[in-house]
């Protein structure tokens, strides 16, 4: 199972900030975009690809979890065409912006802060129909019923689609088994956290690199 570290930074000098030695262990780094002004993202992403030369680097700019709509759909497609090119994988929330063309490193994502929604299978299903690289659900459980739920439904969509790279997590305490042993259920990459967690229940890069050796 490989590590995905989050980065988040507010400012141009929180990047400069960062130290790449802390995320040596990481397989790959997501950088949430979204916590930057727009005006600041091109340069942003030189000094994030200057910081982090030897990892690939995935660029997410999340819009389900804010309040208002920071960026219209037409803005929103613009920055996802302009940044796939020049990261290793691109976040997309395709159930959002259906209209957007997938490119080839595309991550299909989706989330749900409230719930495990009981048409789980219908969204995977839904994602994986417009062909991206990987398909990546992030949902918020009730309870151990909603965790057992969601590693089921990746089993299955993992054996009836064995070549489709799929990403699940439970958020939260509940769902910390989740980002323990996910891969066991067909989930291939887990969410850890260097300094803060971009995602409640989510365990820290040395706890998930000492549990993986352990497994
Ligand atoms: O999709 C995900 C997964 C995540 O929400 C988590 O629960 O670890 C963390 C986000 O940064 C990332 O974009």
């Known amino acids: 199972m490989k590590i995905v570290v989050p980065i988040m930074p507010k400012s141009l000098e929180a990047i400069a900030r960062l130290s790449s030695d802390q995320y040596q262990g990481a397989d790959l ?6 916590f930057l002004a727009i005006s600041d993202l091109d340069l942003a992403a030189s000094k994030i690809k200057d ?9 997410t700019f999340r819009t389900e979890d804010k309040d208002e709509q920071l960026l219209s759909d037409a803005d929103y497609a613009r920055l996802i065409d302009k940044f796939a090119s020049e990261f290793a994988y691109i976040d997309i ?20 802060f409230d719930q495990i929604p009981e048409n789980l299978a219908d969204i995977l299903g839904k994602m994986q129909a ?10 918020m459980p009730q ?11 990746t089993l299955t969509f993992s054996e009836v689609h064995p070549d489709q790279i799929i990403v699940t ?4 305490e509940l769902g910390k088994v989740t980002r323990l ?13 260097v300094d803060a967690t971009s995602a ?7 706890e998930m690199r000492q549990l993986q050796h352990i497994l």
């Open 169 to 172: 997590m439970a958020m939260g």
């Open 93 to 112: 929330e395709v159930l959002r912006f259906p209209e957007i063309s997938l490119p080839k490193n595309a991550i299909a994502s989706y989330h749900d």
């Open 130 to 139: 417009r062909h991206p690289k990987v398909v990546k659900f992030a949902g």
């Open 29 to 34: 780094i997501e950088w949430r975009a979204d």
């Open 181 to 193: 042993v996910g891969d066991s259920f067909g989930s291939s990459w887990t969410f850890a956290a």
């Open 143 to 153: 309870d151990k019923k909603d965790v057992i739920r969601l590693m089921s439904e």
């Open 200 to 206: 409640p229940g989510q365990l820290s890069l040395t």
């Open 51 to 59: 910081k982090f030369p030897d990892h690939p680097i995935i660029f």
